[in-house]
DNA sequence: TAAATAGTGTCTATTAGACAGTATGTT
DNA sequence: AACATACTGTCTAATAGACACTATTTA
């Protein structure tokens, strides 16, 4: 069937078309010990069986819209579905559109578009076994291999080499959690990832550092009630930067709405000395004005 | 079929799902006579029949990507697909996604998940009578009525009263472009788009709002060579606002690799006096460092 | 006691924006 | 001639960041 003739049915009953597949995958991110992590799932069936990938699933066609199927995927995979708090817990948990990926070779068995998504979530239980949620467990995205590894759809960055193969089973599956204690792990050998989800944890991660810089939500990360020390943990852990601790503090108390103080203090000093830091809630701005912005790492000379 | 079931189904084989459809809508905007203008279809079939929407289609399943089917889309609908210079002309085109939308009851046929695109093209000639583009026509954006009337899938915003019915014929079908002459034109009822696309071309514009303040795309709405006073221009349409020509001017000239100078002026003077502008080209920066940041209209003074 | 940290004060380089002024075009 | 506009100069307020300092808590 040709596409013109495809197109003239399709206009009246797009039913005739070629099928595609739409899927809605999640990028969760969390700080555990002070790194970023991300959510994955063990794949149990080909394609990429035993490898990991983004938690996901197909989109129940006419019951849900994308938000609510990745709100249901989130909730399934970290095991906060059904349970005690559950309600509490995720209305927490920031959500929002990523991008769509649907180059046609991205899944071997037919062209299936992913809708992915970004949530920022609190430091969440490990996901228990024997739950639905068994086979999900929180990597440290320095763990993993982020070279795109499939066909991806923005901008040429060409796939270098089809790495790995499609159906390879590839590095370990247990949950690398290196240096949970605070010993640094020797790097291991980054862990690869199924389909393309390597180019959209990248790109998760990227959307990430971009919006804590004009939005609040890094206080996402962090529980109801924190610290402006705590609030600058995540911006370094986001950023990977070290930052001055006096001018930090200085300007989120300056941006109006970002936080709001509660008036007491934390209970203990720091682990290694020091006063009570004072704590805050989440304020009401949506955006930040202004916005923390990142600091210059690269700013060539502009001839003068 | 309970979803549990079908979703067994699905990881064996995603054909067993119930059907989604995927389409590609482009929101296509240009600038003319100094307003921003987008590009829209007068839809010939039910559902909406006789209403404008976006120009789209249906993914070709297996082979095309999401990227290449708005690339195709837009040369269609513009007429440049084909032309002599059509390479030349597509070359300069900004096409970026915007976002899916997947309400289910977005499309009355089926669940249909549109992919959106934001094109970001210089003044084009008007779609040619006759060719595939016929029933496309450029609009002024503040001729239509953006307030969203389908379900939509952000962050809640009620759609007010299912506006119109699903068939209804509403408005005019001639392109409304009141005061191309210069005659500010008295406002004429809005018109209502098809589907949710008042929703995504509100979402693009606010889109290219935000883009111009980071990127140097305001540059891929002008010809090859401009001038600055155009360049701002660019700026004020876009924002709809007006800048301090001389600030402009120097700012737009300290940012590394924004433009470039051509070493020469236009031929005339201003319509209306002056001397000659010098010409520019956009330079190799993709991004603008610092930022054109918009004017802070809307800054609550801080309790001091 | 020694060390680390929370929070504040102060200085400086950079920047956005207001305003003015000159040269060069137009009707 | 009158006027509009391109472009540059200069001043000021706001801001980011460096640095220093005090007070408080831990080991």
Redesign the interface.
Known sequence: MD?TE??WL??????A??????TVDVVALTLRHGRPHVLLVDRA?PPYRGRWALPG???????????EAAAREFAEETGLHGTAGAEAALSRIHLE?L??????DRDP?????S?AYLAFAPDLPDPQAGSDAAHAAWHPVTALDLRPTG?T??AGAPADTHGGGVDGRTGSTEPTDAAADGTSGTAETPIELAFDHARILADGLERARAKIEYSPLATAFLPHDFTIPELRAVYEAVWDEKLHPGNFHRKVL?V?GFVESTGTTTDRGGARGGPRARTYHAGDARLL?PALLRP?RS??P?TP
Chains 1, 2 share one sequence.
């Open positions: 596409s495809q197109e399709a206009a009246y009953d797009p039913r078309y070629t099928p595609v597949a739409v069936l699933g197909f989109l129940r066609a006419g019951e849900e819209s994308l938000d559109q991008g769509s990926y649907g180059a046609p068995r037919m062209h299936v578009v809708v066909r759809e923005t300056s109006p004005h210059t700013d060539p502009p």
